[in-house]
């Protein structure tokens, strides 16, 4: 196994990277209950996570070493490039940065993080007036904000998958899925007809186009 360089032990960058992320989503986000903070503060941990193997100690990188090192003999597996391992083990060669995978989780990242700024925009001033958030991305589905956190979660392992934050992934996903299901039953009896009036026509996640997508209701 070749390790002549070792491109980790950044502790520095783990920091910094995880403070612009975190804080970039809380702008955005601004957690209020506790519902909000559990959502956030999972988003949080795949985050830290992420940057931990990203820059700081490569546990994936050191759990797989032998098989690795015996597939790839010539690949100095603890240098930066090799922690792109969708690149790695699709044998590619070149500067991984400008894969299409590396490329299109940009794409789910930044569309996460617009999801996140618009639906809290929605959110917050529906809050300001007591009513029921429905437009803006909520038009289209319940649940933007927390579709925003999986957006940038799965971008991230677009370009940087890890063993932990692969197996933490579908953890938060169904995490999300249960908060969510909690904060219907709330806005259900905080707005009555008008919260299933709304549910009746918007789809909790998977938003639906055309003739038959979602329209907006009465919000009061």
Request: charged share 10%.
């Amino acid at each position: 196994m070749n390790n002549a360089g070792n491109d980790y032990g950044l502790w520095g960058l783990v920091v910094v990277n995880s403070l612009i992320f975190i804080g970039f989503a809380y702008s955005f986000f601004k957690p209020v209950n506790l519902r909000d903070w559990r959502s956030f503060g999972a988003y949080s941990a795949f985050i830290v996570a992420l940057f931990a193997e990203m820059y700081g100690f490569p546990l994936t990188i050191y759990l797989l070493s032998g098989w690795l090192g015996s597939k790839f003999p010539g690949v100095n597996l603890f240098g930066h490039e090799a922690g792109h391992l969708w690149w790695l083990l699709t044998g590619r060669q070149g500067n991984p940065h400008f894969g299409v995978l590396h490329l299109l989780s940009f794409v789910f990242i930044f569309a996460g993080f617009t999801l996140l700024s618009k639906s809290w925009h929605v959110l917050y001033h529906a809050q300001r007036r007591h009513h029921l958030a429905t437009a803006g991305p909520y038009r289209w589905v319940r649940h933007p904000q927390y579709i925003g956190f999986v957006a940038i979660m799965f971008g991230f392992l677009l370009q940087w998958p890890t063993l932990l934050t692969l197996a933490i992934f579908p953890v938060l996903v169904a995490m999300y899925v249960r908060l969510s299901i909690t904060e219907e039953r709330e806005s259900e009896q905080a707005f009555g007809q008008a919260w299933l009036d709304y549910a009746a026509v918007t789809p909790r996640f998977t938003p639906k186009f055309g003739r038959n997508g979602a329209r907006p209701v009465n919000s009061h």
